[in-house]
């Protein structure tokens, strides 16, 4: 264990090597790729519980995934400011 | 073969110089005083929606039918969901405006599948920055209409039900938010959105183009054209949701500026 985090902490500290731009918009779209997943499901089990709501929860559903997405989507612009 | 080459011959500087990309080249006029092609296609996107608009609704008749029918209930539909639903009944006044940004953002970035025209407007800054800001001046210009100037900065700066104590955290995080961070991510969802969609529209129909030159590869050009027109169907859904978010969020700002506080 111990020799494996020594292996990735010697990998960082020499340096790396291409597009760290790249890396870092690929953590970026971590956060917003959970946060869309756990969001499009509550939408669904909500639709399932109640599906005389379903348009209305639809409604609420895009309007989040517009929030979050712009997350994702600043990382990637982003890379292309930071090349 | 020889059109593969040409086909090489055809695009692969730009893909060598990225920066051609980027920049746009003036095509009347030249320094600061040019038109370019986002330019043009802003005239043409304004020409083509008044004549459909203009069309549709004169000599309107009581039961609509045909354009009438389709400029009537995509006034509707954007009336109620937007405009009553966020704002109530005091937001007609905001309708005309929220319809003509919803129509004009969707026109702007549709524009990246019309067959000859093949540039989303939204996809340089300039359209999405200046959208952002008149949405900026309408919801502050609300909530100044309703509160009056300071009592407006109160409203905005001291968010009532938070202990005296936090307001030092609270105060420039809320004054940013609502002045600066509000425009600037209405911008940065539009512009970033169709900088994306464009660039993968590009990266799947050019290489649907390389992938058919070289014989080895020649198995994948089903594959990269079927992905060509899958995405060309989805940028079309994202332009439209898009466009909807933007309207969507102006009116919920204006609600949020202009609401009483109890």
């Known amino acids: 264990m111990l020799g494996f985090l020594a292996t990735i902490v010697g990998a960082l500290a020499a340096g790396v090597s291409g597009s760290v731009s790249m890396i870092g918009y690929g953590l970026s779209a971590i956060g917003p790729g959970i946060g869309i997943g756990i969001m499009v499901g509550k939408t669904v089990e909500g639709q399932a519980r109640q599906p005389e709501l379903a348009a209305r929860l639809q409604t609420t559903m895009i309007l989040g995934i517009a929030f979050t997405d712009v997350l994702a989507l600043i990382g990637f612009v982003g890379l292309f400011i930071a090349k | 073969m020889s059109a593969g080459l040409a086909l090489q011959r055809g695009f692969s500087h730009s893909l060598g110089s990225p920066k051609e990309i980027f920049e746009g080249k003036c095509v009347i006029g030249h320094g600061t005083l040019c038109l370019n092609r986002e330019s043009l296609l802003i005239f043409l996107i304004v020409v083509v929606l008044s004549v459909l608009l203009i069309v549709a609704t004169s000599r309107a008749q009581l039961v609509p039918r045909g354009l009438q029918n389709i400029v009537e209930s995509t006034y509707e539909f954007l009336r109620r969901d937007i405009v009553l639903g966020v ?176």
């Open chain 2, 87 to 262: 704002m109530g009944p005091e937001g007609e006044k905001y309708g005309p405006y929220l319809v003509s940004l919803f129509l004009f953002a969707f026109l702007a970035s549709a524009l990246e599948v019309v067959p000859l025209l093949q540039f989303p407007t939204t996809s340089r800054m300039a359209i999405p920055a200046m959208l952002a800001m008149i949405s900026w001046g309408i919801y502050n210009w609300a909530g100044i209409r309703a509160h009056g100037f300071f009592g407006y900065l109160r409203a905005i700066m001291f968010p009532p039900g938070v202990p005296k104590v936090l307001y030092v955290i609270v105060t420039p995080i809320e004054f940013a938010a609502a002045v600066i961070l509000r425009p600037l991510t209405l911008a940065i969802r539009l512009f970033a959105n169709f900088f994306a969609g464009h660039l993968l529209l590009l990266v799947f129909v050019i290489g649907t183009a390389y992938v058919l030159q070289n014989g080895a590869t020649i198995a994948f050009a089903p594959i990269a054209l079927a992905a060509s027109v899958a995405i060309i169907g989805l940028e079309i859904f994202i332009a439209a949701v898009q466009a909807y978010v933007f309207a969507l969020l102006t009116a919920a700002y204006v609600r949020l500026a202009s609401a009483e506080e109890h």
